[in-house]
């Protein structure tokens, strides 16, 4: 069974800390996708890759980067969490804008 | 800039009822068009996908419609059961945005039993 594993599931940190979200595919996707899902606000797009070593900012990039060093892995960084970055984190891989598959998220806590 | 706008928010319904759920698009020009489902607390499941060429797609007791020209879809979920309660996303592709998707916010489903 195709699978694109997030390595938390919950997560707690504190102001001001970096924080790495880790998200590995198995299906030799080109495309990953990290998403940030809020009520009210619904999915909104952080970063994408289309390639290894490559990335483009999606609707809401401010505070966060990313890296692709491998096909099947693509991180989310935080380089100093915030409160407002309080959120449930969820990573995706497709296919040519086929076949998409989620992660089961990472809530993520800034306290 | 596309916008999707999922109607209702909220539904809830006695089970074995026959159900829809609306979809609408601001940007027609859509390389596809795909539903989701979240349970509380998990990720997505992808349960169809309708390419702009299509009109519809089917899997067992599901069924999603696609008129792209007025910018609508429909999923339409045969004899409700309390299983299928969880929230509903519609999701677009647009043509010149690469693989992206952008989200509707939702239809949060209840089943009774």
């Known amino acids: 069974d195709v699978k694109v594993t997030q390595s938390s599931r919950y997560l707690v940190k504190r102001t001001g800390e970096k924080v790495f979200l880790e998200c590995v595919q198995d299906m030799d996707h080109e495309n990953m996708f990290w998403y940030r899902q809020d009520p009210g606000l619904g999915l909104r797009l952080i970063y994408f890759s289309y390639d290894v070593k490559m990335k483009e900012k999606g609707d809401i990039p401010e505070g966060y980067s990313v890296s692709r060093e491998k096909k099947e892995r693509f991180s989310l960084i935080l380089e100093s969490a915030s409160t407002n970055q309080t959120s449930m984190y969820l990573c995706?891989?497709?296919?040519?804008?086929?076949?998409?598959?989620f992660g089961s998220g990472t809530r993520l806590t800034v306290v | 800039k596309q916008e999707v706008t999922q109607i209702p928010a909220a539904l809830s319904v006695p089970e074995g009822e026959n159900l829809v759920l609306n979809c609408s698009f601001t940007d027609s020009a859509i390389y596809n068009l795909q539903w989701f489902r979240q349970d509380p607390g998990k990720g997505l499941t992808s349960l169809l996908l309708?390419?702009?060429?299509?009109r519809e797609q089917t899997s067992g007791r599901l069924n999603a419609s696609l008129d792209k020209s007025s910018g609508r879809s429909t999923l339409y979920i045969a004899a409700s059961q309390p299983g299928d309660s969880a929230t509903y996303l519609c999701a677009v592709v647009k043509e010149t945005s690469g693989s992206r998707l952008t989200f509707g916010e939702g239809t949060q489903l209840t089943v009774n039993p």
């Open positions: 309708i390419q702009s060429s299509q």
């Open positions: 995706a891989s497709s296919w040519d804008g086929y076949g998409y598959t």
